[in-house]
């Protein structure tokens, strides 16, 4: 195994309206939320469960927003918790594997999107760059579930349309034109649309559709 890796969970607020939107005409507002908020809690499990270092979850709006209250697993000395700040996608994972490589260690940056991202994987992404420069586990709709990596480039973060089916494909030529060694597992399923319910564990569906999901407050 590859020196430990720093994991950083990209993650919103599970609130009715912001988090899961496209999930709203099939589970409603509050449905969405519900399950976003199960996602949350079963990508940070994992990340803590893979045991390859340490963990950190970035997070929009701030940590210091009152919504985050009660809604991260408690794990004071595994867990950190930090501002994605502001820019696209690109831009906030940019700053963030910047910081991190900059500070020597490797980078394995995720969502909160796949259920079957598990403890497992996340360690054989990790494992990858023993013997590669960066890992990618690509999803079935075009984009990535992980990214890993012992080196930080600029280019795999910039001019890249978000939440497009070309996401996994030009990230992928952009690490071959840089020259560097990529290890890409198999793919994944994220749960985004309507449609992509049918992937996700029936032992999730009673959470999607139970009472109680926090509200997004005014």
């Known amino acids: 195994m590859t ?3 720093h994991i950083i969970v990209f993650a919103k607020a599970p609130v009715e309206g912001f988090a899961k939107t496209r999930l709203i005409p099939a589970l409603g507002a509050s449905g969405a939320a519900r399950l976003a908020a199960s996602m949350l809690r079963h990508a940070v499990e994992q990340a803590l469960a893979s045991g390859i270092g340490t963990v950190e979850v970035c997070v929009t709006p701030a940590p ?3 919504i985050w209250s009660g809604l991260l697993p408690h794990h004071p000395s595994a867990l950190s918790v930090s501002d994605q700040g502001q820019g696209d996608l690109g831009e906030r994972m940019a700053r963030a594997a910047r910081r991190t490589l900059g500070a020597g260690q490797p980078v394995l ?3 909160t999107d796949c259920p079957d991202l598990t403890a497992e994987r996340i360690r054989a992404a990790a494992n990858g760059l023993c013997t590669c420069d ?3 586990v690509p999803a079935f709709d075009g984009g990535y579930v992980l990214l890993a990596m012992n080196r930080f480039d600029a280019s795999l973060f ?3 349309a978000w939440s497009t089916p070309s996401v996994a494909e030009v990230t992928q030529s952009r690490i ?3 020259g560097w060694r990529l ?3 198999p793919a994944l399923h994220d749960i985004d649309e309507p449609e992509d319910l049918r992937w996700l564990p029936l032992s999730w569906l009673p959470a999607a559709e139970a009472q109680g999901t ?3 407050t005014a």
Request: charged share 15%.
């Open 3 to 5: 020196n430990a890796v």
């Open 64 to 66: 210091q927003d009152p």
């Open 109 to 111: 940056l995720m969502g």
């Open 134 to 136: 960066a890992a990618l």
């Open 158 to 160: 910039q001019d890249i």
């Open 176 to 178: 071959e034109r840089l």
């Open 183 to 185: 290890a890409t597992l």
């Open 214 to 216: 926090p509200s997004q």
